[in-house]
């Protein structure tokens, strides 16, 4: 049977096995909450993700769990994997939060359907979240700054029948997704949001900009991006650090082409492949 284990501080509990006491559970709603794609039992991207890890305690403040380091992670992701029978292909969540005694962790496990970053859809449909904006901090980069934003417009893009939505910041610049971020193709140049956009910077998304460039585009980042830029785009992607990049379709009214984002997709995949994921 798959499943039924998580990990927390390198010890295994069942999953219907109570850890947090009811007035502990408000810890796992501060900390650092992060995702990743495993193939074969490897973290994918190993190095990336742990690095983005530690970058993002540091941003908040938040210390290294105690003897945490990068072999350890990698270790701890593979045990759970083994003790689930999960295999094949899995999106791992870690959650690193404050403790009595130090930063604590634990990990769980989803099984995805395998193929390094498969791309299954023709295209998802997405529009734009006006209902908040995203704040500018020291910590814009990270999912903690946007933990709150991401719950309110989840729910507003069920209520619009959408797979995701477009975020602004506090300038009415485009910024990063739901949980993710987001490129788009404008000729043989391919945009992101810059770092200084306020937006949500995931793992991968210096490796997806490496991958356009191996498809023969030209690569940009822009600080302020325009609806009308991502509307006036010849394709628009998001960006999962789980599951890789994702075409879309359309955003509000407007149709996209996918052949460019399927290029760069697959570059992804090929270079995950190519990638020992745990060096």
Not at 84 to 107: F, Q, R
Not at 207 to 217: H, P, Q, S
Not at 227 to 233: M, Y
Request: net charge negative; with cysteine; charged share 20%.
């Amino acid at each position: 049977m798959k499943g039924g284990f998580y990990l927390f501080n390198g010890k295994f509990y069942r999953e219907n096995e109570p850890v947090f006491s009811g007035a502990d559970l408000y810890r796992l709603s501060t900390g650092i909450r992060e995702s990743f794609r495993t193939e074969n039992n490897l973290v994918m991207f190993a190095r990336e993700n742990y690095n983005f890890l530690v970058d993002s305690m540091a941003a908040v403040a938040l210390p290294l769990p105690a003897d945490w380091n990068f072999s350890r992670f990698v270790n701890d992701v593979s045990r759970m994997l083994n003790k689930n029978h999960l295999y094949l292909a899995s999106k791992v969540t870690i959650h690193l939060i404050p403790g009595n005694s130090g930063t604590e962790y634990l990990i769980s496990a989803e099984e995805v359907p395998s193929g390094f970053y498969p791309v299954k859809e023709a295209g998802i449909l997405i529009d734009f979240y006006d209902e908040g904006a995203k704040g500018s901090s020291n910590y814009s980069a990270y999912e903690p700054s946007s933990r709150l934003l991401w719950s309110e417009a989840s729910r507003a893009a069920t209520l619009l029948s959408r797979h995701n939505l477009i975020l602004v910041n506090n300038k009415g610049y485009a910024c990063e997704s739901i949980g993710g971020s987001f490129g788009y193709l404008n000729d043989k140049t391919a945009i992101f949001p810059s770092p200084e956009s306020q937006g949500y910077y995931p793992p991968i998304i210096n490796i997806v900009k490496t991958c356009a460039e191996e498809c023969g585009y030209l690569v940009q980042e822009n600080r302020e991006i325009k609806r009308e830029d991502l509307l006036n785009a010849d394709e628009l992607f998001l960006i999962d650090n789980s599951l890789g990049i994702r075409p879309v379709l359309g955003l509000y009214a407007r149709r996209f082409y996918t052949s460019g984002t399927t290029l760069i997709a697959k570059m992804l995949g090929d270079t995950a492949r190519k990638t020992n994921p745990s060096v």
